[in-house]
């Protein structure tokens, strides 16, 4: 079945340099993907010949006059950018030409336009964005990472519904186990928000095992963990600091004398093996869940592998059929639990 | 100089089989020490015998009847529990008997019983948990780790003055370089109250130099990170479960054949040396900052190696004179930026 995706080529902190070689090796490894970059026709055209390629059925291009910066305000660019490549790639989402949208471009305006243009799942007051991340168990979920730097209690409620239909809809998982991220240190847990989502997850039919705190997301047993945008966001990237931390560590350690660099020769192939596991590049790639439509962030700093691997992620989820499957599983979700049961005598 | 301390020896996952070989060990390597052991007289002193050893003035043991429990509500702790180990080892401190106390008992009861008796110091709110971890450029300290979940922008600004003097006083670091951990997608960044905080700092006389987000706690040139008590909980456990995750990692992969498992014979002095960098034990001991008084809070799970450290930070703190020094700066900190000057004419 072949699916076509857009791909806001100019978007990320290094753009097409990243994103036309991603775009390539997509195209090479899946028969079956098609793809339309968009953004600067000439500059796009000219980094296709680079690599030895041009734009043909498979790898169409579409001229957008405009760049969203990464730093630009996310109302500027949604009102006075309407010829982005950013907004340009959504439109052909909206208008069914494509069926997902891929950039590395600036968070705040990619949730701005992707909900002003293709608005939200019935049932969902603001999108949120969700990733996979490597856990002891082999991966986590987990939202938001940074789109709603402050929720509300049914907002939490909502991502955790979001959260479980996207995985059962990925992973066939039909019980996600979903945990609420919260610190063991208060009177006697958490804040009053957190409180209220707990007794709302308690009362859902969702299969909610209560809290975990920060290192709960890589250790425990737990597919979905729900917190705010802002907590969501130091989680991750902390996460990614330590591990690049302790990368730099190792190197220094595998230099301090001459035995140990020794030592790193052999070592090397079980390094390298560890290497990739935590490699931020190869989970690469957010879903903006929530909206009528698949789009899918790559991290703004992502180079080609990274970029390569977001793509993945969103051929990956139109394949599965997201979000019509969330959007079913959503009404389920969110309905009332049997008041009519309740109420019968 | 003698230096006394007062040990909440009943608290922690563990208790005394880690408080008391941990004293025995601070003991025995620093012969300026003297301890007070708190807690059920004769369960210590068998705890003592274990490790052929007895009370003795360098080594005394002052009874309490109760304990505080992991679990227990701050506010019960407080009020029901007035002769528990925890709070006869304050009321120590408060006396002048000792000039630090050490418990790895509950955060928020140690945070009550801390501020009821000690009191905080003028014009600071509440009380903060302040620590260094591990970062490539040594270390960076931290606060609020989790003594207040909600924080207003006035309480981060008192976290960055007393951080700052903290790390003035401990390091003799005349401007320590000041961050306020934040995100980097909303519009245009961070939260209201994040944002307050921010002009709060530049405002003033401290060496403010922006934001940070996740990955900068570890890998920026800074030396305070500021935020609230339920981010910076989330973020130094996070940054522990992935270290963990790592090390596990690096197991399996060291494990995963013959080969692998010859070359980490070659590999274990680096791998060693890697996993005394990252290992949690040795940088256990956060400081309650903020009181009349040097309480030192180490991790509910420290082994006697990780509670020994947390004894050492409260030792350092004694010698470096804290909290008189902290008292000091804050004052000149605190005081209004001359408004004198500007009103002149």
New interface residues.
């Given amino acids: 079945v072949p699916v076509t995706l857009s791909i806001d080529a100019m978007s990320g902190d290094h753009g097409l340099p990243s994103t036309v070689p991603a775009a390539l090796s997509c195209l090479k490894e899946n028969p079956d993907l098609q793809l339309v970059l968009v953004g600067d026709q000439a500059q796009i055209e000219a980094e296709l010949k680079r690599h030895k390629a041009r734009p043909d059925t498979r790898c169409r291009v579409r001229h957008a006059s405009e760049v969203v910066g990464m730093?630009e305000?996310?109302?500027k660019a949604l009102r006075g950018k309407k010829d982005s490549s950013m907004r340009i790639a959504i439109d052909l989402l909206k208008s069914g030409e494509v069926q997902a949208m891929v950039s590395a471009g600036?968070?705040?305006a990619l949730m701005?336009t992707a909900k002003f243009v293709l608005k939200t799942l019935p049932g969902i007051d603001r999108p949120a964005i969700v990733s996979a991340i490597?856990?002891?168990n082999g991966h986590v979920h987990m939202l938001d990472l940074?789109?709603n730097?402050?929720c509300s209690a049914e907002q939490l409620f909502q991502f955790a519904v979001m959260g479980s239909a996207l995985i059962t809809a990925m992973r066939g998982e039909a019980n996600p186990k979903v945990a609420l991220?919260n610190?063991?240190?208060?009177?006697?847990k958490?804040?009053d928000t957190i409180k209220a989502a707990a007794a709302l997850l308690q009362a859902s039919s969702l299969n909610y095992i209560g809290f975990v705190?920060?290192?709960?997301?890589?250790?425990s047993d737990v597919d979905l963990v729900v917190?705010d945008?802002?907590?969501g966001?130091?989680?991750?990237?902390?996460?990614?600091?330590?591990?690049?931390?302790?990368r730099?560590?190792?190197k220094e350690?595998?230099t301090?004398s001459l035995?140990?660099k020794?030592?790193?020769v052999?070592?090397?192939?079980?390094?390298k093996?560890?290497g990739k596991?935590?490699d931020p590049r190869h989970h690469n790639g957010a879903t903006l869940i929530g909206l009528n439509g698949t789009v899918v962030k790559s991290h703004g700093s992502a180079d080609d592998i990274g970029f390569a691997n977001a793509i993945r992620v969103g051929v990956h989820e139109v394949q599965q059929n997201l979000p019509q499957r969330i959007s079913a599983l959503l009404g389920e979700a969110l309905k009332p639990r049997s008041p009519s049961t309740a109420r019968a005598v």
């Fill in positions: 730093d305000l996310p109302s600036n968070t705040g701005a490597p856990s002891v940074g789109a730097a402050e991220l610190i063991g240190s208060e009177e006697i958490g804040n705190e920060g290192d709960g997301i890589f250790l917190c945008g802002f907590v966001n130091v989680a991750l990237k902390t996460g990614e600091g330590v591990a690049k931390m302790i730099q560590f190792l350690e595998f301090a035995m140990h020794l030592a790193a052999a070592a090397m192939p079980a390094l093996a560890l596991r935590i």
